[in-house]
């Protein structure tokens, strides 16, 4: 899916006449969001060389008797756009993503593309809690805040007033202080009363094509170029199969520093892309089940095959869903998890069951 300017029932304060406006609920859900501009007519976003491409596919792995499940109601603000968010991309498997989420957004003025992955943490299901209600406000308000933020600078016409360049909206967001940000969006959130997630958040910047990441747990992302990986985020635990986590703790709860990381534990990533690059983020249903080579080949087979590249990058993701899948039920075949346990002195063949997304984005550069 080539990125265009969505609307969303997301909350945003609508500037005028340099006035902050809190838009109320009916208005947000009712008619299209627009940026305000200090001239007569909108002005159309400006063309940029760099354009991006993405494809998103999710597994709910199998319901099992102990699952928690109480989602979100469809009419309520996470709910809907939950709801909008499954229904965009031509997933090839279950239209549940689990205890895992995703995002994908424009970011002001076309000026980037912002995308994550969450993974919530199924333990607190020995706690009466639904680990998807974490995951699923961590990334609405991920989205939320990267659509009134720019990837880099925010752009002003050096011709203008200086008054009229103030007027200009929205900050540079990077993906860590959007991280932060959207975590103490869920600590806000009163139907999430408890709750843990990975997280892996990346911007593009579609004008100096600059990636940018903040990654904290177990979920990540990996950067392909010319059939070859470049970079691979790599993941940070507490010791195996215990991630760092962001944690919101009940009121009834100690809390415990042991188990609750802040966004500023979160790795930080930035690089510069090139034409044909292609980002691969996942949740560790993805990591723990099949190993890099494998997720190289299978969109170096999806590249040969023809097709645009909305087309390729939808195609990626599903046949690596797909895959994983296979992978995580397989009894006898070594995998990532399997050969961590085995480096931990555990015995543990084939995969491991769990959900597993992965949203996939492939990058062209105009010449």
Same mark, same amino acid.
């Given at each position: 899916?080539?990125?265009?300017?969505?609307?969303?029932?997301?909350?945003?304060?609508?500037? =005028?006449?340099?006035? &902050?406006?809190?838009?109320? +609920?009916?208005?947000?859900?009712?008619?299209?969001?627009?940026?305000?501009?200090?001239?007569?007519? @909108?002005?159309? @976003?400006?063309?940029? @060389?760099?354009?991006?491409?993405?494809?998103?596919?999710?597994?709910?792995?199998?319901?099992?008797?102990?699952?928690?499940?109480? /989602?979100?109601?469809?009419?309520?603000?996470?709910?809907?756009?939950? !709801?909008?968010?499954?229904?965009?991309?031509?997933?090839?498997?279950?239209?549940?993503?689990?205890?895992?989420?995703?995002?994908?957004?424009?970011?002001?003025?076309?000026?980037?593309?912002?995308?994550?992955?969450?993974?919530?943490?199924?333990?607190?299901?020995?706690?009466?809690?639904? /680990?998807?209600?974490?995951?699923?406000?961590?990334? *609405?308000?991920?989205?939320?805040?990267?659509? =009134?933020?720019?990837?880099?600078?925010?752009?002003?016409?050096?011709?203008?007033?200086? #008054?009229?360049?103030?007027? $200009?909206? %929205?900050?540079?967001?990077?993906? *860590?202080?959007?991280?932060?940000?959207?975590?103490?969006?869920?600590?806000?959130?009163?139907?999430?009363?408890?709750?843990?997630?990975?997280? &892996?958040?990346?911007?593009?910047?579609?004008?100096?094509?600059?990636?940018?990441?903040?990654?904290?747990? !177990?979920?990540?992302?990996?950067?392909?170029?010319?059939?070859?990986?470049?970079?691979?985020?790599?993941?940070?635990? =507490?010791?195996?199969?215990?991630?760092?986590?962001?944690?919101?703790?009940? /009121?009834?709860? $100690?809390?415990?520093? =042991?188990?609750?990381?802040?966004?500023?534990?979160?790795?930080?990533?930035?690089?510069?892309?090139?034409?044909?690059?292609?980002?691969?983020?996942?949740?560790?249903?993805?990591?723990?089940?099949?190993?890099? /080579?494998?997720?190289?080949?299978?969109?170096?087979?999806?590249?040969?095959?023809?097709?645009?590249? !909305?087309?390729?990058?939808?195609?990626?993701?599903?046949?690596?869903? #797909?895959?994983?899948?296979?992978?995580?039920?397989?009894?006898?075949?070594?995998?990532?998890?399997?050969?961590?346990?085995?480096?931990? %002195?555990?015995? *543990?063949?084939?995969?491991?069951?769990?959900? +597993?997304?992965?949203?996939?984005?492939?990058?062209?550069?105009?010449?």
């Amino acid at each position: 899916m080539t990125l265009g300017l969505w609307s969303s029932p997301v909350p945003r304060l609508l500037t =005028h006449k340099g006035i &902050c406006l809190s838009a109320s +609920v009916s208005q947000r859900a009712n008619r299209p969001i627009t940026r305000t501009y200090s001239s007569a007519s @909108p002005a159309s @976003p400006p063309s940029r @060389p760099y354009q991006f491409h993405f494809g998103a596919s999710w597994a709910a792995k199998p319901p099992e008797k102990s699952r928690i499940h109480v /989602p979100f109601p469809p009419d309520s603000t996470v709910g809907r756009w939950r !709801d909008k968010m499954l229904g965009k991309w031509k997933n090839a498997t279950s239209g549940d993503a689990g205890e895992d989420f995703f995002f994908v957004t424009e970011m002001q003025n076309s000026s980037g593309v912002s995308f994550g992955v969450a993974d919530g943490v199924g333990g607190w299901v020995d706690s009466g809690v639904d /680990p998807s209600l974490f995951a699923q406000t961590l990334m *609405y308000h991920a989205h939320r805040y990267s659509r =009134h933020g720019w990837a880099g600078e925010p752009e002003t016409d050096p011709t203008q007033e200086y #008054e009229e360049r103030e007027r $200009v909206e %929205g900050w540079e967001l990077t993906p *860590y202080k959007c991280l932060e940000c959207a975590y103490h969006g869920v600590l806000r959130e009163r139907l999430v009363n408890a709750g843990s997630s990975t997280a &892996c958040l990346i911007s593009l910047n579609a004008s100096s094509g600059v990636l940018r990441a903040a990654n904290l747990g !177990d979920s990540g992302f990996l950067i392909i170029r010319s059939s070859s990986v470049i970079y691979r985020q790599p993941p940070q635990t =507490h010791f195996f199969n215990c991630p760092y986590q962001l944690t919101k703790f009940p /009121p009834n709860m $100690v809390p415990s520093s =042991h188990f609750a990381d802040q966004p500023n534990r979160a790795a930080q990533y930035e690089t510069k892309l090139r034409d044909g690059d292609i980002i691969i983020t996942f949740t560790d249903g993805l990591s723990d089940n099949v190993f890099t /080579p494998d997720i190289v080949a299978i969109c170096s087979l999806v590249a040969r095959s023809g097709g645009s590249e !909305d087309v390729q990058a939808q195609m990626m993701a599903n046949r690596i869903i #797909e895959y994983a899948q296979v992978c995580m039920r397989e009894r006898k075949k070594m995998t990532p998890f399997s050969r961590e346990a085995l480096r931990e %002195g555990l015995y *543990y063949r084939g995969g491991k069951i769990d959900d +597993v997304t992965v949203v996939t984005a492939i990058v062209r550069e105009a010449v």
